[in-house]
């Protein structure tokens, strides 16, 4: 016989551990048809054995009664079934599908320009998933009654009159509509983010109130995104493209040092942008007029470089009126076609002339050397020395290979002045070099030299404080910063 301890509180006597687990599955299945949820019950059997000849077992009726008594006791939590809803790497738990529903509603409503709603979300089964996970969708009014309209036509023109019916249809001429033909508004709504649903068991307090789980989700969040760098894109233009102060962008992105840092096409900078846990995409027809601008026309001159632009024709901007189906995601314009068109006066494009051939690259004209004179205004460094640097040097030693920049021909070679020895080499871009300071000149005027060709040996010759180079670009005959223009 055995005599049972349940959670150390006796409860009757057994013939077998068998009879034992039975009764406690009874017992707790007693439990739980008191609630319609999961519970969570801790419990722990003890069995006393002992061998007899003779001996009397307890009413199992009475056995059962008494473990459930102990159980009772100790109840720990009820488990409510519940929904696990995930947006992205956001997740909520909800009471019901009718919260669940509510929340994705709320996310609707907020976009939805019909006084009554026109768009509603539906829960449906995932048919791609193994599990049973429920998705979200949005549906319209006119788009379920279609579904009907459509069963009931099916039903009442099967076979042949079907197939006529659709011969007529595709026959029938389309006819151009008016302004006053489109009804304009909301045409589409769906959810811009997958919406996973999935049924769970949870405590009480790991629930999220219905009001503020729509708060959370509606709400408009400050989100990472990325943002290329478009051709013509600015810092300033892109701070004032995102609404982004311009400190922040530049305190958000590593690569940017200050508010005049270079940025290029095809660069990366990230932004913060508003926006909610839940994206809702939409589609409105709107009309509207506006002044437009035409295409700019380019017209190639392969005799030019890409950087030589002329413009041959000013533009002027056009009037229209337009019908156009303008999708959103949240409250940002993402995109517009345009499906009816009238042009009041039409605009005239810009021409413009431009150059396709790549122009000369320049490169460093010496290896190494400390730069020890930037380009601009500056403390004379000796008598007769200039105050205003046009050019950079770098002190090397005396003897030093100089190579031409880039690839032209030679203008100078020879005794320069406050240059000391100098070489000019004029670019095929209309650009022009300059090396100071030289100890030896290697090439003579009217020399054809290529990128990289030594033409000098460095020095401390002229107007210097000690050996260097000095080294200039000039464009349209001035001086410029080298350092810009070096690759």
Known sequence: MFRVLLDGVSVGTVASPEEAEEYAREARRQIASDSSELVLVESNIELQGQEVLFGRTDDPDEIVSRMAMVLADNVRETMNRSYVVKINDFMINLASKEEVTQVLQAALDKYDTAETGSYKAELLLDPARELPVLTARVVSEEEAKEQEEIKEAVSLSAGMDAE?????????????????????????????????????????????????????????QEK?????????DTLSGISLKTDIPLDKLVEMNASLEDENSMIRAGEELVIMVPRPELTVTRQEELYYEED???????????????????????????????????????????????IKEEITYQAVPKIVERGTKIPPT??????GGRLSSN?????????????????????????????????????????????????YINHPDGRQTRYGHLSKVLVSAGQTVSQGQKIALSGNTGISTGPHLHFEILIGGSQVNPLKYLN
């Open 164 to 220: 006529l019916d659709a011969v007529f249809e595709a026959v029938q001429p389309k006819v151009e509509k008016d302004f006053e033909d489109y009804d304009l508004g909301l045409i589409s709504m769906d959810f811009g983010d997958t919406v996973e649903v999935a049924e769970a068991y949870l405590l009480a307090e790991e629930l999220t109130d219905v009001n503020d789980a729509i708060e959370m989700v509606t709400k408009d």
């Open 375 to 423: 380009f601009g205004r500056r403390s004379a460094p000796k008598r007769g020395a200039s105050t205003y640097h046009k050019g950079v040097d770098w002190a090397t030693p005396t003897g030093t290979a100089v190579v031409a920049s880039s690839g032209g021909t030679v203008a100078k070679a020879g005794w320069g002045s406050g240059y000391g020895y100098v070489v």
């Open 362 to 367: 320049y490169i460093k004209p010496i290896s």
């Open 224 to 232: 990472n995104e990325v943002y290329e760098v478009q051709s013509g």
């Open 292 to 338: 437009y601008e035409a295409d700019i026309i380019y017209i190639d001159n392969d005799e030019w470089y890409t950087t030589e632009k002329k413009t041959l024709q000013e533009p002027s901007a056009g009037h229209r009126k337009v019908v156009a189906i303008v999708s959103f995601e949240n409250d940002q314009k993402v995109g517009t076609e345009i």
